[in-house]
């Protein structure tokens, strides 16, 4: 499946939800949502109806897949493996998610988008434990450092994402030193924690798959 190269809104559009794909602009009037546009298409209103079974797994599966900007290969190689993992696959599936690097960044406010911190990543700017490291899908592991580059500090981007931490926080599960653009991820988190989430159903992701 090719990259998906069109406008990033209509994904939030065509699943209702917000996606948090472009940053500032899902928060602020300009966001299709809170101008509560519909699902885009013709005659949209014909196309919604009562969803199956199937219809209703893929669509949380899109959701999921979409939120991480991941393509179809990629997220199911991250389910296959949560599903080797001892515990619950939904709940692995979680943990594989949030402990990727790109969305590390993305949570300790290092750029605004996790598409953004996804291309800091893929061009070298971030560090895990003084090394830098350019695989976006690279799995943290707790008590790892990860840092802006030095020479990358001063990045217009990063500056302004950073701005966000008066606003909304850091989560629980990260431990973030502002000023030096340094944090810590601490444990992997629990479903329950990960509340940009609560309305995902990851259960029936892992039914799909396991079709």
Avoid at 26 to 40: M, Q, Y
Avoid at 87 to 96: D, F, H, K, R, S
Avoid at 131 to 137: A, G, L, Q, Y
Wanted: aromatic share 6%.
């Amino acid at each position: 499946m090719a990259k998906y190269l069109g406008p990033v809104c209509r994904l939030c559009r065509t699943e209702q939800k917000k996606l948090f794909l472009k940053g500032e602009r899902c928060k602020s009037d300009k966001c299709p949502l809170n101008r509560k546009r519909g699902v885009p298409g013709k005659d949209p209103k014909g196309r919604i109806g009562k969803r199956s079974e199937y219809g209703l797994q893929l669509r949380e599966k899109q959701k999921l897949k979409r939120m991480y900007c991941m393509m179809e290969k990629q997220f199911r190689l991250t389910f296959d493996k949560a599903q080797r993992m001892s515990g619950i696959t939904g709940e692995n599936l979680v943990q594989l998610l949030e402990g990727r690097l790109d969305n590390v960044v993305f949570r300790m406010h290092f750029a605004s988008s996790r598409s953004q911190a996804r291309q800091l990543v893929s061009h070298g700017h971030i560090l895990v434990n003084g090394k830098v490291v350019d695989i976006p899908s690279y799995i943290v592991k707790p008590s790892d450092i990860i840092e802006v580059k030095e020479n990358s500090k001063k990045f217009v981007v990063i500056l302004d994402a950073l701005k966000e931490v008066s606003k909304s926080g850091v989560v629980s599960w990260i431990d973030l030193d502002i000023d030096a653009q340094k944090g810590t991820f601490l444990s992997y988190p629990r479903r329950a924690d990960v509340t940009d989430l609560a309305d995902i159903k990851e259960q029936l992701v892992v039914e799909l798959y396991s079709k």
